[in-house]
């Protein structure tokens, strides 16, 4: 399973960025696809997911809101849309994939597989 992030960048409050995961190596029926996040100094948080299979949707209360979770089946790829930036939503953002199906407030340790990562900085 190989997942690859893309769409991080700098922006400034207020504004919006697309995160996209593209992922391959297998198919993702019955997984859940996440969306995590990891600030300087501070442990992996869960952001978003979804169950690949369905609508479940779960969310952070802290993106609640402001960010949505979709993906398309045709390419494979998950994204992440952030809206109403925040300088606390800077950090890494990572996607991730469970084979448990696990979208409901999932903790890192709960998820199989994982993307690189990509950097998201909201300047104030």
């Known amino acids: 399973v190989q997942l690859v992030e893309s769409g991080g960048g700098l922006v400034q409050a207020g504004g919006s960025l697309r995160l996209s995961c593209a992922a391959s190596?297998?198919?993702?029926?019955?997984?859940?696809m996440g969306w995590f996040r990891q600030a300087p100094g501070k442990e992996r948080e869960f952001v978003a997911a979804m169950y690949w299979s369905g609508s479940n949707t779960g969310y952070a209360d802290s993106v609640k809101g402001r960010f949505i979770i979709s993906r398309d089946n045709a390419k494979n790829t998950v994204y992440l849309q952030m809206n109403g930036l925040k300088p606390e939503d800077t950090a890494v953002y990572y996607c991730a994939a469970d084979r448990g199906g696990n979208y409901y407030y999932p903790q890192p340790n709960e998820y199989d597989y994982w993307g690189q990562g990509t950097q998201v900085t909201v300047s104030s």
């Open positions: 190596g297998r198919t993702f029926s019955g997984y859940a």
